[in-house]
């Protein structure tokens, strides 16, 4: 039985990814947050997507943006309260938008209670037990435990003031749980039910790769010049990929996920849960989607292509190919708030904007489901964003630009910054380009060849055939340079090279971009 059988919402869905504190500012304060994200939810509704997925929004210093959790079961004042969580769920709903959460179980903030519990109770404790705390190495303790490092750049341990150190795969301020530990996954029971019982349909699980490491903790074997894959990611994220990995994708992790699904099943709605899993390959991805685990797991592979419709046509066999034996509906990501947009990604400008519509308008015609990055539907391009104002750990730990660049809040009206972002003339955490004026909501949707109408537009013709066109998908051989395949009734041709090419028999049910009998370089076309 192939999924179309069994429509649940997610399986076909197009998934907008709000970044909390760059999407709208409810209270003027300069930091988007959940009211202002509700006031725009119409926005989200006319733009055609089904669905939203929430950064995280809960009580949180905020040294990594929200993904350093202090309490799971409330808001950070910074973004609202618990009031206001339950005010955009029901809107969202009332306007026929699903709700997608984040959940961060790899770590919690340090200023979550049981690391400062952990902290005050010293070494032996059952408190500390909850984290990774161990005695260094050398003659006094002063060197960390293994030689792990964090994503983020620099050890992954810290030292404490009694002399043990705790891990840290991230930042310092984001210690790693536990998942050994029977507390550690009743805790996310809790937090679980605790999201589910408020109406949120879903959530997206931070690191779901992580959570556990190799029991003993042993050193990681780096072998010296391994390629490195080029991408945006900080390069310790990228560097893992083909690293012995004694710190992600343990196999003790899926009993997590296969509790989670029981807990999801309970509730009626198709709630589902889909994981951020940087695997190494894509079979393990598909582990994380057995039946009886995650529903989806983002496909970073398109992210990490280049542009070149070989690679493209590699990601896309080698995806379905991977999840074809556990029956899993397929996911695709262009962009997201880790990475460099994709219209930059491919060179920027006219042309990379041109790639990037192009690029985009294939995924959307694929089986699964498509995840948007806020901003994208307006060909925002990666913003050089001064130190003075950079705020990802990733900087402060490498001195390395990080990924702020990605995260400039959204431009929504007006000539000039801040751009309707929140009420009144003041700053976003971010200054904006000025030259973002033509790129604004209102700017764009006033023009029928705009990125937003193109993404409208797309989007609406995608509900035409998204459930319907079933999980089939023929390559077909136009040439090396051009990306081109079937799907039920709709043929999808993206031409990656730099010559126009002839189209096959069909009429233009999308373009990316003017066509005029053949199709110029950098531009898709849907045909049916
Ligand atoms: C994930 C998030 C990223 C965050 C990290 C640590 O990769 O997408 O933004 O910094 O986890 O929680």
Known sequence: MGWNDQIEWWRHAAIYQVYVRSFADGDGDGVGDLPGITARLPYLRDLGVDALWITPFYTSPQNDHGYDVADYCDVDPL???LSDADALLDRAHELGLKVIVDLVPNHTSDAHDWFQAALAAGPGSPERERYLFREGRGADGAEPPNNWESVFGGPAWT???DGEWYLHLFDSTQPDLNWRHPEVGDMFEEVLTFWLDRGVDGFRVDVAHGLFKEANLRDQVVHSGEERPTNQLPSSMVE????????????EVHEVYRRWRRILEKYDGERMNVAEAWTQTPESMANFVRPDEMNQSFNFSWLLADWSATEFADVIT??????EPV???PTW???NHDVTRHVTRYGGGAQGLARARAATLAMLALPGSSYLYQGEELGLEQVDVEPEFRQDPSWFRTGEPGRDGCRVPIPWGGQ??????GPGAGHPWIPQPAEWAAQTVEAQAADPGSTLAFYRAALAARRGFATTAGDEVEMLDLGADVLAFRRGPVTVVLNCGQKPVVLPAGDVLMASGPVDGELPADTAVWLA
């Not at 893992?240 to 196999?251: G, H, I, N, S, V």
């Not at 080698?318 to 999840?323: E, I, Q, S």
């Open 159 to 161: 030292r404490v003031e």
């Open 416 to 421: 000039e910054a801040p751009f309707e972002f």
């Open 79 to 81: 973004f609202g309260q």
């Open 333 to 335: 990501v262009l962009s």
């Open 318 to 323: 080698g995806t379905l190919a991977a999840l």
């Open 327 to 329: 029956g899993a509906t």
């Open 240 to 251: 893992r990929r083909l690293k012995d990995e004694p710190m992600w994708d343990q196999p």
